[in-house]
């Protein structure tokens, strides 16, 4: 093996390994690529802020304010108690057999998911529901986790059309498609998903029952909802969810931006960092103006939660603050990303992943190349991120070669980073079983099975195109 591809691998394992033992990827991206930089030749500032700040940056810039207010949109849904009154509606209405149990919490944290919550919060507010309902069916509670990622990690996180989580808007800017590309294919992807999943899950519990386990002597955080607490109808809560979808998918569909529109800053020479074309910003701008219309719609249902204008500030406040967290993680990856092909050594990566020509499409190439990136990062929008800055163009031009359009491109690149990304140090899954108050060797394997699904999913999607041009 060259020692320059070495090195990449080195730096890698590093950044897996500080990653799962809990070290923060904000600091250790950096530090990773500036060893791998270091001993490939290049001089150790200029690699920092030059090579790596300069795409944290261009992330940050292109897609920071939908972390901003999808966070602010999920911490108003939260406190307000309006993510809690949909969660709670859809686990108490379905019953408590074992089949409706299991389809419920993933209808719960479907929905939430879809219209736009985030995966975070999206665990805070079902959790305590679904704990209650397993703890009174005596259902083992070890099994929630998986349940629960069903619902939040999968389909609505990148398969369904329009869905407004970062792993579907990321592949715009580099593919100038819109949230509803491929939607067929997506929508395959999820029935698959969902119905597999749900199989499975299903099947495990009723084994579990068979076998006379129940829901287990567990002290760490256990639910405390009051089903007598009172909450805003579930009808009400859900009018800023539906806001969220109907407003975007209104924009990205109706409304043409004047295809000049850029150019008075494009001639701004201090302007930096402006988009080529309007193809690239118009689902950002379009997610934008839906989430901005989606908080001030939780602020008027759930304002009986805001007590007075310290409570308004703390929520706004805290979704910020949540959102600069976010944000960096998947910068920093980026960063490392730039860093990484710049390197000598990969160039003979580059290489190999791109000469994948299974099927004689760019899909495989992609699929493997971002559910392995996923993978190696432990985040789905990390992951991806990396993979498209560095082979997105190649992706496009061979496609484009070859007649393909680029919205399949966007749908195989969102739903791989959701494969292999919820590997044991994913971020998601390290706090999904943290508010479960469960261990990693209690409740794994059940996501890990779904993980094993999301990914075979992805490579069904690409055989499908390959046999009959789904779009």
Not at 111 to 134: C, D, E, H, K, W
Not at 319 to 333: D, F, K, Q, R
Request: net charge neutral; hydrophobic share 55%.
């Amino acid at each position: 093996m060259d020692f320059s591809v070495l090195i990449i691998i080195i730096s890698l394992v590093g950044l897996i390994a500080f990653a799962y033992r809990g070290f923060s990827v904000i600091m250790m991206a950096p530090i990773m690529a500036i060893f791998a930089a270091t001993l490939s030749g290049f001089d150790i500032m200029p690699s920092y802020t030059e090579l790596f700040m300069g795409k944290a940056v261009s992330y940050i810039k292109s897609f920071f304010p939908i972390f901003l207010l999808g966070a602010i949109f999920g911490k108003v849904m939260e406190d307000t108690g309006l993510a809690r009154s949909i969660a709670r509606a859809i686990i108490q209405g379905m019953g408590k057999e074992p089949h409706k149990a299991v389809i419920s919490v993933v209808v719960a944290a479907s929905v939430l998911t879809y219209g736009g919550v985030s995966l975070f919060v999206v665990v805070f507010a079902v959790y305590p529901f679904a704990a209650a309902l397993f703890k009174e069916a005596d259902y083992p509670k070890r099994l929630l986790p998986g349940i629960i990622a069903l619902g939040a990690f999968t389909a609505t996180m990148d398969c369904l059309p329009g869905t407004p989580q970062i792993q579907n808007i990321i592949p715009t800017a580099y593919f100038g498609t819109t949230l509803y590309a491929a939607p067929i294919a997506g929508l395959i992807g999820a029935v698959i998903i969902y119905g597999g999943g749900s199989y499975l899950m299903i099947r495990s519990l009723k084994h579990a029952i068979a076998k006379g386990e129940g829901y287990g002597n567990h002290t760490l955080n256990e639910p405390e909802d009051n089903p007598d607490a009172k909450l805003v109808s579930w009808k009400l809560a859900s009018i800023p969810l539906l806001a969220v979808l109907l407003i975007n998918f209104g924009i990205t569909e109706y409304v043409i931006w004047h295809p000049a529109i850029l150019e008075p800053f494009q001639a701004m020479k201090t302007v930096p960092l402006v988009a080529l074309h309007v193809k690239n910003v118009a689902s950002i701008w379009a997610l934008i103006i839906a989430l901005v219309v989606g908080i001030i719609l939780a602020l008027i249902v759930g304002r009986g939660e805001i007590k007075n204008i310290n409570s308004l500030t703390n929520i706004l406040n805290a979704g910020a603050i949540g959102s600069l967290l976010a944000i960096m993680n998947v910068a920093s990856e980026v960063g490392y990303g730039n860093v990484i092909s710049a390197l000598p050594g990969f160039q003979y990566v580059a290489h190999a992943l791109i000469n994948i020509h299974i099927g004689g499409t760019p899909l495989v190439s992609e699929a493997i190349s971002v559910t392995t990136l996923a993978g190696i990062t432990g985040s789905a929008s990390g992951g991806m991120a990396i993979a498209l800055e560095l082979m997105s163009q190649d992706w496009l031009t061979w496609a484009q070669s070859i007649g393909m359009g680029p919205e399949i491109l966007h749908r195989v690149a969102s739903m791989a980073s959701g494969g292999l990304d919820t590997l044991p140090h994913n971020g998601a899954v390290i706090t999904l079983l943290a508010v479960c108050g469960l261990s990693h060797r209690e409740s794994y394997k059940n996501i890990f099975m779904i993980t094993l699904l999301k990914t075979f999913a992805v490579f069904v999607i690409v055989v499908i195109y390959l046999m009959t041009g789904l779009h």
